[in-house]
Structure formats: structure tokens, C-alpha cells
T-cell receptor
Framework: GAVVSQHPSRVICKSGTSVKIECRSLDFQATTMFWYRQFPKQSLMLMATSNEGSKATYEQGVEKDKFLINHASLTLSTLTVTSAHPEDSSFYIC???????????FGPGTRLLVL | DQQVKQNSPSLSVQEGRISILNCDYTNSMFDYFLWYKKYPAEGPTFLISISSIKDKNEDGRFTVFLNKSAKHLSLHIVPSQPGDSAVYFCAATDGGTSYGKLTFGQGTILTVHP
């Protein structure tokens, strides 16, 4: 099956620092990658959609200057949380899809804790 | 505005019995539906999907039923196994105007007792 990896799996940082999370599709080329965040006991909320080589499309209410997304290749997308604050602490999950296929394959997630 | 709803936060089932997880949606533009299984601190794992042109899709122990008129879908797991214990999310997408964007329900915690 399609495998998506994320790195790091957990990160703890100080308030005000920036954190980069990588999402890779290991055995397929991902036309589109998605970034979600999940608060405890809540559903997954889509943050943004990125296509290789183009700017990400952000969901309403998501600050694009705070959550920088780069989709440099068909197998790698990065999410950078800039000037992180404690309220950014969450579980960030990426997913990838192939072509027009509507099934998304998810990475294992990254737990971010901002102190 | 919760467009996809899973009204049962939890479900407890005996091993070997059937697990039925339900999901309702409000957006009539949704035309593709998926079920994901998720363990704590892990990403969701795709289980099964169904297109709006079908009313049933089966894959091993998992069957998804879609009732478009009622805007309702359900996931049946038969027989249930302890390893099925996890959080189950249903998700929906509108392949037309919002291609690829999944809208998730809140999830249902399934516990299968030995």
C-alpha cells in the first residue's frame, strides 16, 4: 500500500521558535498533499492543501504566514510552524493522494508541544 | 457547521459479534465517502470507501453501506476482533468543487472485548 512518513514524530520547542515538519510519500508520487491538525478528542481539521510546485491553498482561519507549507517535489512537503506559541501545540498529520484518486494516505503524525 | 457527524462517541462490542458504526452527513454535494481507523498518536489508516453511485462496498470483514436519501452511511465489521479496537472516522469529499478535501466526522471509539 501507499506509505507516508512524517518527521519528527514528536517535537518540544520553546515559545517563539520555528519548527519544521516533513511529510514524505515513500513508494508513490503524491500529486497533492494535505496538512491536518487534531486537538485532543476532536476530529481532524484540514489546514491546507498543497500541490507540487504551486502555492498551498489554506483553509479559512488558518494563517498562511504562520504555517508555511512547501511542496518542493512529488514526494516531499514541509510544514513550518513559525514563531510557535503554546496554543500551537497539537497533533499535526499530513496525507497524500495520487492523481485524481480521492483516497488519502496519512502519515503517522507529529506531536508538537510548545513550552 | 458539522457537515459530517458521528453521533456515537463510543461503541462496545463482544469479540465475534458485529460492530456497526454510523455516520450522517448534511452536504448533498458529497459524492465519495471513506472510513479510517486510528490508534492514539498515529495517523489514520484507510479502511474502505464507497462512491455515491453505489450503495454497498465490501472488503473482507468490512462492509460500508450508503443510503443517499437518508444521507447516512454505516460501517459493518463482522466478526469483530479485539485488534479492531480503535477510533473510527468517517470522511466525505465533494470531488467536484472541492476535490480532494476530506471532511471528517468526530470519530467513534470502538472497543471489542475478548
Amino acid at each position: 500500500g501507499a506509505v507516508v512518513s512524517q518527521h519528527p514524530s514528536r517535537v518540544i520547542c520553546k515559545s517563539g521558535t520555528s519548527v519544521k515538519i516533513e511529510c514524505r510519500s515513500l513508494d508513490f508520487q503524491a500529486t497533492t498533499m494535505f496538512w491536518y491538525r487534531q486537538f485532543p478528542k476532536q476530529s481532524l481539521m484540514l489546514m491546507a492543501t498543497s500541490n507540487e510546485g504551486s502555492k498551498a491553498t489554506y483553509e479559512q482561519g488558518v494563517e498562511k504566514d504562520k504555517f508555511l507549507i512547501n511542496h518542493a517535489s512529488l514526494t516531499l512537503s514541509t510544514l513550518t510552524v513559525t514563531s510557535a506559541h503554546p496554543e500551537d501545540s497539537s497533533f499535526y498529520i499530513c496525507s497524500a493522494s495520487v492523481g485524481r484518486e480521492e483516497t488519502q494516505y496519512f502519515g503517522p503524525g507529529t506531536r508538537l508541544l510548545v513550552l | 457547521d458539522q457537515q459530517v457527524k458521528q453521533n456515537s462517541p463510543s461503541l462496545s462490542v463482544q469479540e465475534g459479534r458485529i460492530s456497526i458504526l454510523n455516520c450522517d452527513y448534511t452536504n448533498s454535494m458529497f459524492d465519495y465517502f471513506l472510513w479510517y481507523k486510528k490508534y492514539p498518536a498515529e495517523g489514520p489508516t484507510f479502511l474502505i470507501s464507497i462512491s455515491s453511485i453505489k450503495d454497498k462496498n465490501e472488503d473482507g470483514r468490512f462492509t460500508v453501506f450508503l443510503n443517499k436519501s437518508a444521507k447516512h452511511l454505516s460501517l459493518h465489521i463482522v466478526p469483530s476482533q479485539p485488534g479492531d479496537s480503535a477510533v473510527y472516522f468517517c470522511a466525505a469529499t465533494d470531488g467536484g468543487t472541492s476535490y480532494g478535501k476530506l471532511t471528517f466526522g468526530q470519530g467513534t471509539i470502538l472497543t471489542v472485548h475478548p
